[in-house]
């Protein structure tokens, strides 16, 4: 197991991505922020509180789970649903989708599905900590805390206090030698 990122790396990841999302949305004014379960939601509240001192007012993030429609559903064993939070209105907003690893895409597809039954955003934005590569899909992400080319074979893990009980890391597991 290698680490790639500690948490002061995740942190300036963060922090990063924070400014990215006002710069592109040019404040929070209109901005949604959106986790995917589990550790997108962590992640989506940690930016929406850097978003709030930067901005100087309350982010609400919230969370939206995909497990229904995921494709993959018949394929694997049944899991528990999720939490879906969403704070606001959608409709006309930019939903800032986060994301733990951005890999082959389809989670983000499922997460896409999602968001058209609870309404139509103005823009669909996503943030990830970690993008792998080895997209099945054309999705890509808009911000990234990370490139980190992998093997599929390779299996990286973030973890998170809230979630993990541990420092926060990314690391990887695994390797095709």
Partial sequence: MSTVMDATDISRALTRITHEILERNRDAEGVVILGIP????ELAERI???MAE???TTIKPGALDVTMYRDDLRLKAPRALERTNVP?????RVVVLVDD??????TIRAALDALSDLGRPKAVQ???????????LPIR???VGKNLPTSKSEKVRV???ETDGADDSVSIEGSDA
């Fill in 101 to 106: 690893v951005l890999m082959s895409g389809r």
């Fill in 54 to 56: 930067v901005e100087g």
């Fill in 126 to 136: 996503l943030a990830v900590l970690v993008d792998r590569g080895h997209r099945e």
């Fill in 88 to 92: 606001e209105d959608i409709d006309g």
């Fill in 38 to 41: 589990t550790r997108g939601v």
């Fill in 141 to 143: 992400a808009d911000f």
């Fill in 159 to 161: 973890r998170l206090t």
């Fill in 48 to 50: 929406a509180a850097k």
